[in-house]
């Protein structure tokens, strides 16, 4: 699972998404989940295993995300989005570059108030676990 984010570089993709398999209420698959030893299903339709549980599934998830978007990565997005496709235009990007700061400082603030500002700027620019 986890050489996901690998190849998702090596191909070339500029988003990913990690989802968890849910399983709606009258579904056949849930018959076939609460018949097969070992899998379970949360209250909202999630299904997970004794060998992956809920919490474990959640890990790997956010792991994943984290070692595909580093800040370089964020990097090559923006500039796609500037000069490739053109997305913004040049009244939007000075709008961005002045409302940037003000977003950064409610991050870190933020971050700060949950006391977690170290460990989320050590996994961004350090190391990804």
């Known amino acids: 699972m986890f050489y996901i984010a690998q190849f998702a570089k090596e191909i070339g993709v500029d988003i990913i998404a990690c989802n968890k398999l849910r399983i709606e209420k009258f579904s056949p698959l849930r018959g076939l989940a609460e018949k097969t030893p070992g899998y379970h299903i949360t209250e909202r339709g999630e299904l997970y295993s004794d060998t992956y ?7 790997i ?20 989005n500037i000069f490739i496709t053109k ?16 977003l950064l400082a409610s991050v870190i603030i933020r971050e700060k108030r949950r006391g977690r500002l170290k460990d989320s700027l ?4 350090i190391h990804n676990p």
């Open 122 to 125: 050590k996994r961004t620019f």
């Open 53 to 59: 549980s809920h919490a474990a599934l959640k890990k």
């Open 61 to 80: 998830g956010k792991r994943i995300k984290f070692a595909f978007y580093t800040p370089s990565r964020f990097v090559k997005i923006l500039w796609k």
């Open 87 to 102: 997305f913004f235009t040049f009244r939007e990007l000075l709008s961005l570059f002045i409302a940037f700061p003000r």
